[in-house]
């Protein structure tokens, strides 16, 4: 298929799961220190992967 078909083509909407979303939605429910534990942990991940990107800039 050529780009130009590709881009043609209607696109649907990704299916979007965030299980990050309802554990802090619900987060009263439980101990405080898990929902701050999983928020940290999430936070960590997010910081990797913008130092990565970061450097993926940088070699251009």
């Not at 009263?28 to 997010?46: A, K, S």
């Amino acid at each position: 298929m050529e780009l130009q078909e590709w881009m043609n083509q209607k696109s649907e909407p990704a299916v979007m799961r965030e299980d990050l979303l309802v554990k802090v939605c619900v987060g009263g429910l439980v101990n405080p220190d898990i929902i701050i534990q999983e928020l940290t942990h999430r936070r960590q991940v997010h910081k990797e992967n913008l130092t990565r990107y970061q450097q993926k800039e940088k070699d251009y």
